[in-house]
């Protein structure tokens, strides 16, 4: 697909063939006539495993066998896949998406701006300095039990809460 619900295939394509030594995960069905060649091409080279449509569990299990989730969609927005990796310990590497700005150095991720050469380079980076990925992992995980949690949702709808602030 391509334009606004691009997945950025063409950019895993790239990626995948920028860092042969980086096993690459996609789970989830590749359909649509526009996605044919970025698929054969994914099919072609030896890192990406292609998983195809997995479970919620299973995609949970296969993510908490990764250090990093990454997202290679020029324009898709906030993924529920990087909340759900987050959760996990697992920091985000983004082609365009920046929520928020969380995807900074000192983080949950790390964004590319557009840049897959960036998006290798920091890649490989994680992969490489442990200490920092593990520091990013603790931030996404404190921030999914922050903001995300059962607990931390129920007290932002406490309505007892908001009239007192209110009041105040």
Same mark, same amino acid.
């Given at each position: 697909l391509e334009g606004r619900r691009s997945k950025g295939l063409g950019e895993l394509?790239?990626?995948a063939g920028l860092l042969p030594a980086v096993s690459f995960t996609v789970a989830?069905?590749?359909? +649509? @006539?526009?996605?044919?060649?970025?698929l054969?091409? %994914?099919?072609a080279l030896p890192n990406p495993v292609l998983d195809g449509? %997995? !479970?919620h569990g299973q995609t949970q299990r296969r993510m908490a066998e990764h250090r990093l989730v990454i997202n290679t969609s020029p324009s898709e927005g906030f993924s529920n896949v990087m909340l759900e990796g987050w959760s996990l310990g697992r920091p985000s590497v983004t082609f365009a998406v920046k929520p !928020?700005?969380? %995807?900074? +150095?000192d983080g949950l991720g790390v964004?590319?701006?557009g840049d897959i050469c960036v998006m290798a380079a920091a890649i490989v980076a994680l992969l490489e300095e442990s200490a920092a990925r593990s520091a990013m992992g603790r931030r996404c995980r404190e921030y999914v039990v922050s $903001?995300? !949690? +059962? @607990?931390?949702v129920v007290e932002a709808f406490d309505v007892r809460k $908001? $009239?007192?602030?209110? $009041? @105040?």
């Amino acid at each position: 697909l391509e334009g606004r619900r691009s997945k950025g295939l063409g950019e895993l394509v790239t990626l995948a063939g920028l860092l042969p030594a980086v096993s690459f995960t996609v789970a989830g069905t590749i359909r +649509g @006539e526009s996605s044919h060649a970025a698929l054969q091409a %994914l099919e072609a080279l030896p890192n990406p495993v292609l998983d195809g449509s %997995l !479970s919620h569990g299973q995609t949970q299990r296969r993510m908490a066998e990764h250090r990093l989730v990454i997202n290679t969609s020029p324009s898709e927005g906030f993924s529920n896949v990087m909340l759900e990796g987050w959760s996990l310990g697992r920091p985000s590497v983004t082609f365009a998406v920046k929520p !928020s700005g969380m %995807l900074t +150095g000192d983080g949950l991720g790390v964004c590319a701006g557009g840049d897959i050469c960036v998006m290798a380079a920091a890649i490989v980076a994680l992969l490489e300095e442990s200490a920092a990925r593990s520091a990013m992992g603790r931030r996404c995980r404190e921030y999914v039990v922050s $903001v995300h !949690s +059962g @607990e931390a949702v129920v007290e932002a709808f406490d309505v007892r809460k $908001v $009239v007192k602030e209110q $009041v @105040e």
